[in-house]
């Protein structure tokens, strides 16, 4: 199983981007997808995440300027950042809680670069 992120780079602020994350491989079902972000200096964190019935959830500092969305049939998770600021620097990384046979098991993305400038 892979977890592929695409869409970091480089934005002043109050711009925009979009991040994309699509799971791929030997997979039965997936449960929550997620984004989390780690900034220089600092634990990682959950930016947003979403469930296969398409229930969100967001961090305090991304609510109302960030979406998630999800398309099950590709397996495939996006999230919208607008009105980017500095503090939403950082690497973001793509979650999945996937089944493969009988169990879940949470896998990870490698990471895609967000950095925004003052």
């Known amino acids: 199983v892979q977890l592929q992120a695409s869409g970091g780079g480089l934005v002043q602020a109050g711009g925009s981007l979009r991040l994309s994350c699509a799971a791929s491989?030997?997979?039965?079902?997936?449960?929550?997808m997620a984004w989390h972000r780690q900034g220089p200096g600092t634990q990682r964190e959950l930016v947003a995440n979403i469930n296969s019935a398409g229930i969100t959830k967001y961090a305090d500092s991304v609510k109302d300027r960030f979406t998630i969305s999800r398309d099950n049939a590709r397996s495939t998770i996006t999230l919208q950042m607008n009105n980017l600021n500095p503090e939403d620097g950082g690497v973001y990384y793509c979650?999945?809680?996937?089944?493969?046979?009988?169990?879940?098991?949470?896998?990870w993305g490698r990471g895609t670069l967000v950095t925004v400038s003052s």
């Open positions: 491989g030997s997979i039965d079902s997936i449960g929550v």
């Open positions: 979650y999945a809680w996937i089944r493969r046979g009988r169990g879940y098991r949470e896998y």
